[in-house]
């Protein structure tokens, strides 16, 4: 998996968009970019991923550098239901997922 | 997408004992994960089952103390043995689908 690096944590007013930063400078050509979301106590819950072209989904928008050596999830609107650790991850090919620490996303009213 | 279930959702146990947890999806997958979530910590892999072999185990992981079955498709069982208070985290369940993993909602494990 490429390594990928994330800030701990981060605040987002509720009805802002919140946009979390992960850095993946070593990813490879055939790697995609797969965001989770892990809300307390609760599994990991798919949000989306992308190889190249911006991605957007009911959930989330993910914007890919040109070069993909960095990403960002865009949640257009929080609400507090989002408040959750967000996983950036890059797995190669088909083996199963490996999670870092993630960014701790607070929502705050 | 899948759906997955684990049973139990959670559960208190006394050390030294052992527990089976279950994991059923509604779709057949050839591969399904069992994962580790330490409190306070991300989650860790502990194995890959697949139908009809031996599960491979991470490092730091072995068969005697987290024997697991996959007798069919939609089916596994992570078995956690001669527990320790130690062994206390969130189990979770997971499956490769074409698109992507899904996870379980989790077995919370207290061991006394």
């Known amino acids: 998996d490429a390594k990928t690096t994330q800030p701990t944590s981060m605040d987002c007013a509720e009805g802002r968009a919140a946009n979390l930063p992960c850095n993946h400078s070593?990813?490879?050509?055939?790697?995609?970019v797969y965001w989770y979301r892990q809300i307390h106590s609760q599994g990991p819950q798919y949000i989306i991923h992308?190889?190249?072209n911006n991605e957007t989904n009911e959930m989330a928008s993910l914007i890919i550098t040109e070069d993909r050596k960095s990403s960002t999830l865009i949640l257009p609107h929080a609400t507090l239901r989002d408040t959750a650790v967000y996983y950036c991850?890059?797995?190669?090919?088909?083996?199963?997922?490996?999670f870092g620490k993630g960014t701790r996303l607070s929502v705050i009213a | 997408s899948a759906v997955i279930s684990q049973k139990p959702s959670r559960d208190i146990c006394q050390r030294g004992t052992s527990l089976t947890i279950q994991c059923q999806v509604d779709?057949?997958?050839?591969?399904m994960f069992w994962y580790r979530q330490q409190p306070g910590q991300s989650l860790t892999l502990i194995a890959t089952?697949?139908?009809?072999?031996?599960?491979?185990?991470e490092s730091g992981f072995v068969i005697d103390k987290f024997p697991i079955s996959r007798p069919n498709l939609t089916f596994s069982t992570l078995t956690v043995s001669n527990m320790s208070p130690e062994d206390s985290s969130i189990y979770l369940c997971?499956?490769?689908?074409?698109?992507?993993?899904?996870f379980g909602p989790g077995t919370r494990l207290t061991v006394l």
């Open positions: 997971s499956v490769d689908t074409t698109d992507t993993q899904y």
């Open positions: 070593t990813i490879s050509g055939n790697e995609y």
């Open positions: 992308g190889l190249k």
């Open positions: 991850i890059a797995p190669t090919g088909n083996t199963p997922l490996v």
């Open positions: 779709s057949q997958v050839t591969m």
């Open positions: 089952a697949n139908q009809g072999s031996e599960a491979t185990y």
